[in-house]
T-cell receptor, first 112, second 112 residues
Framework: DGGITQSPKYLFRKEGQNVTLSCEQN?????MYWYRQDPGQGLRLIYY???????QKGDIAEGYSVSREKKESFPLTVTSAQKNPTAFYLC???????????FGPGTRLTVL | QKEVEQDPGPLSVPEGAIVSLNCTYS??????FMWYRQYSRKGPELLMY????GNKEDGRFTAQVDKSSKYISLFIRDSQPSDSATYLC????????????FGKGTLLTVNP
């Protein structure tokens, strides 16, 4: 069953802690993306990667880091430098040469 | 001026009504447009995509693009309670990074 999985579904973090959100896809897509969604603000791009071992900052990369060691995996680390990390985080992927992005189910991060 | 503007609603209609959801955009570069549907606490689901002016139909859904007015619309015929969701429009400017710019979404409720 092909698709994009994100884990965990819910994540709670204490202030000052780093946390890593998982994103895996078995669609053989080349590109992967991380977005943040806040109420009333739509989706904002954090980081994206078009090939393995390469990634670029999006519009709101400060306080986040990523890696792309495997084609199917694109984990996002929310660091303690991110001042307002409570949000819904969405991972997406795209087949090379196509415009459409397909999304995972999301991870809701809450900072306590 | 934001690249993609979308009326956030909320929009409430009776079952069976025709729904019109709209977005405007400001950048006239090569355009590829998408509509996503997002149920509460879920990831966005790709509904339709188009890159040309005119209409594209898929079942009860019609996507319309008017490049002269920089206006994109999604029409839902015979709306159902299961259509109740947030609808997001997105555009891709056609650059090599395939980044998407999203509207903030319109919350639709279809009342039985």
């Amino acid at each position: 069953d092909g698709g994009i999985t994100q884990s965990p579904k819910y994540l709670f973090r204490k202030e000052g802690q780093n946390v890593t959100l998982s994103c895996e896809q078995n669609l053989n897509h080349d590109a992967m993306y991380w977005y943040r969604q806040d109420p009333g603000q739509g989706l904002r791009l954090i980081y994206y990667s078009q090939i393995v071992n390469d990634f670029q900052k999006g519009d709101i990369a400060e306080g986040y880091s990523v890696s792309r060691e495997k084609k199917e995996s694109f984990p996002l680390t929310v660091t303690s430098a991110q001042k307002n990390p409570t949000a819904f985080y969405l991972c997406a992927s795209r087949h090379g040469g196509r415009n459409e992005q397909f999304f995972g189910p999301g991870t809701r991060l809450t900072v306590l | 001026q934001k690249e993609v503007e979308q009326d956030p609603g909320p929009l409430s209609v009776p079952e069976g009504a025709i729904v019109s959801l709209n977005c405007t955009y400001s950048n006239s570069a090569f355009q590829y447009f998408m509509w996503y549907r997002q149920y509460s606490r879920k990831g966005p689901e790709l509904l339709m995509y188009t890159y040309s002016s005119g209409n594209k139909e898929d079942g009860r859904f019609t996507a319309q693009v008017d490049k002269s007015s920089k206006y994109i619309s999604l029409f839902i015929r015979d709306s159902q309670p299961s259509d109740s969701a947030t609808y997001l429009c997105a555009r891709n400017s056609g650059g090599s990074n395939y980044k998407l710019t999203f509207g903030k979404g319109t919350l639709l409720t279809v009342n039985p």
